[in-house]
């Protein structure tokens, strides 16, 4: 016997729906933010820092930074200052755009950049046709202490070492 329903009982048929997610577009380029680097790169040297605060550094780093590039016959023009912090890149992305000779590294490993050695800091590396030098923050320089002096000493060494002056 099949039990029968009222006339004006609605009949509903329940439907499952499932749910398929949309694609997720797979991008086949680097989008590349259209000014994400300090500088004209004339030189191919390529200086990252680890700003979190700042679009690239603040007036005390970026003046000491200016002083040092004076000092080695350098301007802002010849570099590209890079704030790892604030750039949606990977190092090889940025490391192809840029195309650096030399590659300067504030406050940041070479292991956190994902090349395949590390170095300590004030040690020139070559690696793959580049220069690379790591060494403490630049904030950390621009304080007045015999602390901050000594790395900056250290950094001078160096940078006389690479670029002959």
């Given at each position: 016997?099949?039990?029968e329903l009222p006339?004006?009982?609605?009949?509903?048929?329940?439907?499952?729906?499932?749910?398929?997610?949309?694609?997720?577009?797979?991008?086949?380029?680097?989008?590349?933010?259209?000014?994400?680097?300090?500088?004209?790169?004339?030189?191919?040297?390529?200086?990252?820092?680890?700003?979190?605060?700042?679009?690239?550094?603040?007036?005390?780093?970026?003046?000491?930074?200016?002083?040092?590039?004076?000092?080695?016959?350098?301007?802002?023009?010849?570099?590209?200052?890079?704030?790892?912090?604030?750039?949606?890149?990977?190092?090889?992305?940025?490391?192809k755009q840029l195309?650096?000779?030399?590659?300067?590294?504030?406050?940041?490993?070479?292991?956190?950049?994902?090349?395949?050695?590390?170095?300590?800091?004030?040690?020139?590396?070559?690696?793959?046709?580049?220069?690379?030098?790591?060494?403490?923050?630049?904030?950390?320089?621009?304080?007045?202490?015999?602390?901050?002096?000594l790395e900056k000493?250290?950094?001078?060494?160096?940078?006389?070492?690479?670029?002959?002056?």
């Open positions: 016997m099949v039990d006339a004006n009982t609605p009949l509903t048929e329940k439907k499952q729906t499932v749910s398929i997610p949309a694609a997720i577009p797979v991008p086949t380029e680097t989008v590349v933010p259209a000014k994400w680097f300090l500088g004209d790169n004339k030189k191919s040297i390529t200086i990252i820092v680890t700003d979190e605060k700042h679009v690239f550094l603040d007036d005390d780093s970026l003046n000491l930074l200016t002083g040092i590039l004076g000092a080695c016959k350098l301007t802002l023009a010849d570099v590209a200052i890079v704030n790892y912090r604030q750039t949606p890149l990977s190092f090889d992305t940025i490391s195309k650096p000779v030399y590659v300067f590294m504030f406050n940041l490993t070479t292991q956190a950049l994902g090349l395949p050695f590390s170095i300590p800091h004030y040690q020139v590396q070559q690696y793959s046709g580049c220069t690379y030098l790591s060494a403490v923050g630049l904030q950390e320089m621009t304080v007045t202490s015999e602390e901050a002096r000493t250290r950094l001078w060494v160096c940078l006389k070492k690479i670029f002959g002056v």
